[in-house]
């Protein structure tokens, strides 16, 4: 029976030297995990920096709406929690819808009833 021997030429490595090749493999496996760490962190920062910036843009937004007067815009949309943006199951109002509603609106604040 032949026995492929090749690259045992200088013989097998002892455990020291086999608990050494560890240790490095691991050394170099902690420090690509530092840098994935690392740049998830930067990740969820500029996250956080654009979630912050849409909640701004949102809360301008809301400001303006309501400086307009155009308040039975929310409450006009069915299916719609007055402010919120539709969830799974809630009925998300056409572009017609919100566009008669916000016609309506302006209609009755020129002319009360």
């Known amino acids: 029976m ?3 021997d090749k690259g045992f030429e200088l013989g097998v ?4 030297e086999m608990i050494r090749h ?3 493999l691991l050394k170099h496996e902690r420090e690509d995990v530092w840098l994935r760490l690392a740049k998830a962190n930067e990740d969820i920062q500029r996250l956080i920096e654009i979630n912050e910036r849409l909640n701004r843009q949102i809360i301008d937004l809301r400001r303006q709406l309501n400086e307009a007067n155009v308040v039975g815009v929310s409450t006009d949309c069915q299916g719609m929690h007055p402010g919120s943006v539709p969830t799974w199951g809630m009925k998300m109002p056409s572009t017609e819808e919100v566009l008669a509603a916000i016609a309506e609106s302006a209609e009755t604040l ?3 009833p």
């Not at 490595?13 to 020291?16: D, L, Q």
């Open 2 to 4: 032949l026995i492929d």
């Open 22 to 24: 560890q240790v490095v």
């Open 13 to 16: 490595p002892t455990r020291e």
């Open 110 to 112: 020129r002319n009360p």
